[in-house]
């Protein structure tokens, strides 16, 4: 009787949580993928009873069930929301309802799936005689269980050869030893290892950089405020102006960072940082940069206390979008180039070989990006030739169209050309046996760049289908 008494009151207490949470959360799962807010799965209660467990959904949406009944760490059906519901375990506040209907309780063995409970032996049925609770024995020292699952092992067979065995073991006991008190200290040490177990050290270590950029974002959300408003009012003087950029400062990060991480921000790495994660960027800037100045306004933080017909200074906002926009591509700009350069310096070799690329388009382009890429060797690309007269002196990427075939000779001497690129779909017949000559007189390295050779892996892939080897004549 005096569990049921604790049931209620406490998951009368978490949906009240719930339904304050609700919206946010209810707005992330639906903005990140189709389908519904809620997943209601089938979980096997007190006396072998099925019922409908309730909980937010971390998975997309698929017409039939995908995958096995457990879910391991890196599972591809788990969504970025998901991910993070997971993490900080919000996904099971739904289960409140569950308590409160009486299929749950609030401290007991984990519920089960029915397909994995048939493999329960007849001594652990003894677990089933009890309702299934919201914190476990087993849920407290396995807080972080899908990090124990080996990658690429069945997850089902690994869970019932390994993390099973141990968990019907503590259930047994809790089972056996099942009093008031000693429920009241697993519901304590539940909600201890529930929000310290929200980030270990690996998840740290793993996400180090990622996590960096979020700080350096949210600081500099508040610095391109702070400046705006003093470049505005020429400093911060005392009236209500001033008062008022303390009330938006706050939502300045609110209305960014989520913006930013939901635009994916902060899933780029550094290194590979390209065009489309500036864009992200400059997305994620602007409509942040819209929704601060919406609540502003209808927060009511942008009035001017003194004279209610009087708001905040727009022009601030303004100078805020255009501050933050250089300060957050810049920086990112930043740690790109002085990745690139302490690559360089770690380079053994320190040696590049000059590269031509011979044709322009997209095709030229691609193979700018893969020479770029290359470590061994490493390329400098001079420029291109192109056979289009009109393409002369212009420039790809910015790199200069040098001249023809004709002037690969000039060239040669001119940059100490080492290799040539072919980066032509077709060549006139005649020609590519003239430059095969002069390569081979001036005994340069003459190689085709092929970025669409697809082949099955039962033929074997031969390395002359690979991008850069030696050239064949292109028909």
């Known amino acids: 009787m005096l569990n049921r008494i604790v049931d209620l009151v406490v998951s009368l207490v978490g949906l009240l949580l719930l339904l304050v949470m609700l919206p946010v959360i209810a707005l992330l799962i639906k903005l990140d993928s189709p389908g519904p807010v809620f997943y209601v799965s089938r979980r096997v209660g007190r006396g072998g009873r099925i019922f409908r467990m309730y909980k937010f ?23 970025e929301v ?3 519901l997971r993490r900080l375990k919000l996904n099971e506040f739904p289960q409140f309802i569950n308590v409160l209907k009486g299929d749950m309780t609030l401290v007991g063995p984990r519920p089960e799936a029915p397909d994995l409970a048939i493999h329960y032996p007849p001594e652990a049925q003894k677990i089933f005689s ?5 914190v476990g024995p087993s849920q407290i020292l396995g807080r972080n269980e899908e990090e124990l699952y080996p990658r690429g092992e069945d997850p089902v067979k690994f869970y019932l050869e390994h993390i099973l065995p141990h968990k019907l073991q503590m259930d047994l ?6 009093t008031f ?15 310290a177990g929200a980030v270990s050290r690996q998840h740290l270590t793993d996400n180090l950089t990622q996590i960096l950029m979020l700080g350096a974002d949210t600081l500099a ?3 391109s405020f702070t400046m705006a408003h003093y470049i505005r009012f020429g400093g ?3 009236d209500p102006s001033t008062q008022a950029f303390w009330r938006i400062l706050p939502l300045t990060v609110l209305a960014r960072i989520p913006l930013l ?12 940082l390209g065009l489309n994660d500036l864009k992200k960027v400059f997305k994620g800037i602007l409509w942040g940069t819209l929704l601060l100045v919406v609540l502003s306004f209808v927060s009511g933080s942008s009035i001017i206390l003194e004279s209610k017909s009087q708001s905040y200074s727009r022009s601030v906002f303004f100078m805020d979008y255009f501050i933050l926009t250089v300060m957050l591509g810049g920086y990112r700009a930043f740690l790109k180039t002085a990745y690139q350069r302490y690559a360089k310096g770690r380079d053994p070799q320190g040696v590049k070989r000059v590269a031509l690329i011979w044709g322009t388009g997209d095709l030229g382009l691609w193979c700018l990006r893969y020479l770029e890429q290359c470590s061994n060797p490493r390329y400098e690309v001079v420029g291109f030739i192109d056979d289009d007269p009109s393409l002369q002196y212009k420039r790809l990427d910015g790199l200069r169209v040098l001249g023809d075939h004709h002037h690969l000779e000039v060239l040669v001497q001119l940059y100490h050309i080492q290799d040539i690129f072919v980066a032509l779909s077709q060549i006139p017949p005649g020609r590519l046996e003239r430059v095969q000559e002069l390569c081979h007189r001036l005994n340069l390295t003459l190689s085709r760049f092929q970025p669409h050779v697809v082949q099955e892996m039962a033929a074997p892939v031969m390395v002359a289908d690979q991008p850069g080897t030696p050239v064949y004549p292109v028909h």
């Not at 991480?261 to 590979?272: D, H, K, N, S, V």
């Open 82 to 84: 998901g991910r993070w």
């Open 173 to 178: 006991q809790y089972v056996e030893n099942k």
């Open 236 to 238: 911060f003087p005392a």
């Open 57 to 79: 959904r971390t998975m997309y949406e698929t017409p039939k069930p995908v995958g096995a009944s457990v879910s391991p760490q890196g599972d591809p059906r788990v969504t």
């Open 261 to 272: 991480y939901y635009f994916g921000c902060y899933q780029t790495l550094i290194r590979y």
């Open 221 to 223: 959300c508040l610095v």
């Open 130 to 134: 009890v309702k299934p609770g919201l």
């Open 181 to 195: 008190l000693k429920d009241m200290a697993y519901l304590v040490k539940g909600a201890w290892v529930t929000l």
